[in-house]
């Protein structure tokens, strides 16, 4: 399968899809204002990913920022890693937040109880 | 003509005076697109981080800006039928205790009732019926391109803390003015 790898801007996120290396990350910064435009691609690579995806899959986010409109297309992402759960394979979202950013841990956790996929939330401290 | 452009100076150094005062750092009026709250949020970016602020409440009031200006400029109404433009106004204001994000833009008056019963659930609630109701919104909008109406107030409201504040004047037969103030906690 063909390799995403975006680079991001003040609004748009890092995207890395590789199927062949396992590598699955969304991080930065999601804030368009037209979040589908963004989007599109990705929510197609991985409708093409989930028939047939790898027997294990860790998709990490790690965002600083994301806005409302992002945040339905992050469950979007989700709700189609949940059908892959549902065929049958493994799946674990790595949820990285800046420590003590209640707030993208809360997030995280407010998406774990709407899709059936495992969790696992990761602090990590800034550089800066 | 000398007494106009005494006014002006005048008018400009109230302004001045006026901010100052009440330590508003921002003050907009216009058009606004996703280049205008880029600037803006880049901007107040930059001033948080020279300030002495924590870092949650940095955060916080990018995020409560972001939604502010994109509330306006994917839902503010024109004046009239024919006017396209997405216009509000916009100030930041930072106080002892609080950071104040005021935005006003034009609705039409026929949509002014659903805003103000939106609003007020959204303040009727504490933080885990915002967190329900953020959830059950947000799963409707990833069903339906039309559903989450309100998934940028909630997500204010849960973020400060606070209730929202908000009036709406009526400008005319056709259309009010809706100002929200949405206040984050320094501490």
Known sequence: ?128 | MEKEKHNFLEFAYQLYKTMKTNEISLVYEGEVTQEITKTFTALTEKNLSKSAESNTVQKKVFNVMVECLQNISKHADGLSEDDEDRRGIVMVSKGDDTYKIITGNIIKNERVEGLQETLELINSLDKKGLSDLFKQQIREASLSEKGGAGLGLIDIAKKTGSKLSYQFKELNEQVSFFILTSTIRRN
């Open chain 1, 1 to 128: 399968m063909e390799v995403i790898n975006i680079k991001g801007t003040d609004d748009t996120p890092n995207v890395i899809l590789d199927k062949d290396s396992g590598q699955f990350e969304i991080s930065g910064r999601s804030l368009p204002e037209d979040v589908n435009q963004f989007y599109e691609q990705i929510l197609d690579w991985i409708d093409e990913y989930a028939k047939d995806p790898n027997d294990r899959t860790e998709f990490n986010f790690k965002l600083e920022y994301f806005n409302t409109a992002s945040s339905k297309i992050i469950l979007d992402i989700l709700l189609k890693f949940e059908e892959i759960v549902e065929d049958g394979k493994e799946v674990v979202i790595k949820w990285h937040y800046e420590e003590d950013e209640e707030d993208m841990l809360e997030a995280g956790e407010e998406y774990s109880d709407i899709v059936e996929i495992p969790f696992d939330y990761l602090p990590y401290v800034d550089e800066d």
